[in-house]
């Protein structure tokens, strides 16, 4: 079974910055594209930033040249830095891999669409 942790959240204020990191566990052979995607109060989940395993990114349209994906392939870690934070980056973020390869015994398969719990990001102005 895959899980993914992430950890970072917090509070900051506006203009300020955090970096939150996510890492996958499991029985993984390997871990095809890892992003964030948030959720603020009354509104749908959104993308954040996205990465492939050879290292393509996209960012959404209200992050992009704020925040910095990354990933390190070797521990199936991904991070985002966030800087220049607005009060409407507040919101829950989401740790997603949209697939992994996981072996159990004998058996290596694609399992897919793989969530963490999220963690709490507060902009204060």
Not at 57 to 63: H, I
Not at 86 to 106: E, K, W
Request: hydrophobic share 30%; glycine share 12%; aromatic share 8%.
């Amino acid at each position: 079974q895959v899980r993914l942790v992430e950890s970072g959240g917090g509070s900051a204020p506006a203009g300020g910055s955090l970096r939150l990191s996510c890492v996958a566990s499991g029985r993984i052979f390997r871990v095809n594209t890892m992003g964030w995607y948030r959720q603020a109060p009354g509104k749908q989940r959104e993308l954040v930033a996205n990465i492939t395993s050879d290292g393509t990114t996209k960012y959404g349209d209200s992050v992009n040249g704020r925040f910095t994906i990354s990933r390190d392939n070797a521990k199936n870690t991904v991070a985002l830095q966030m800087n220049s934070l607005t009060r409407d980056d507040t919101a829950i973020y989401y740790c997603n891999s949209d697939r992994v390869l996981t072996y159990s015994g004998d058996t290596v398969q694609w399992t897919y669409d793989h969530w963490g719990k999220g963690t709490r990001v507060t902009v204060s102005s």
